[in-house]
C-alpha cells in the first residue's frame, strides 16, 4: 500500500503524516513514512537549488525536473525493495509534485514514467491566501500566482486520475482534516473509522 500525501507549500502534509502514521499503527499496520525530495545526496543538491527563487528559466526547470527524477528513481527502488513490501507506505510528495511544480508538463511526465503509481493521493486543497499567510516572508506576488498555478494543475490531475485522488479540505482545521483523511483511507485498508469527529 503506497499512500501519497499531495499539497501546495503550507497545506500541512507533515503534521497529517504524523496523525496517519499514529493512527495506522494503532490500528496494527506497519508504517514506513518517506518525504521527497529526500535526503539523499540529490535530495540536497535539489534543496540547494530551490533556495534561488530567481530560477525560472526553462532548462533550470528541466534541470530541477531531472534531479527531482534522479531522487525519485533511488527512492523507487528503496519502496519495491523486500524490506517495505509487508509495511504501508506513507509518502510526502511523489511525482505528482513534479507534474504540478515542473515545466513543461509533458516532457516531466515522460522522465519519470518509471515511478511507481500510488494507491492513494491525498490532494490537500487549501486556498492560496491561507497558504501565503503560512509562509510569510517570501515575495507575496510572484508566490501567490505560482501558487494558483500549482493548484490548479493539481486539480487538473485529480480530474484525470479520478480513481486515486482523493481531494481533502486543507482549509478546515487539522483535526477535521484528518478525520477527512482517515474516512478516505480506512476503505482501502479494510479498517473503520472510529471517534474521530
Ligand atoms: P519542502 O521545504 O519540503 O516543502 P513542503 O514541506 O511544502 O513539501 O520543499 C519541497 C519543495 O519542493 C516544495 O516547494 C515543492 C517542491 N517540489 C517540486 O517542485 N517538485 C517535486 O517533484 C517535489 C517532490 C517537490
Redesign the pocket.
Known sequence: MYIVLEGI?GAG??TQITALKQWLEDSGFEVETF???TDSEIGILIRKM?QNPSATDENIQKTLGLL?AADRLLLMDKIDSEEYCNKVIIS??SFY??LA??NPQNWIADINKFAKKPDIVLLLDLDVDIAIERCSGEDEFEKKSFLVDVKNKYLDLAKNDKDIFKIINANNGPKKVQSDIRKAVAPFLGICVSGID
Request: without cysteine; charged residues 35%; aromatic residues 14%.
Open positions: 507549500d502534509k507533515s518525504v521527497e525530495p530551490l527531482f510526502d510528495r509534485s513534479s511544480y515542473q
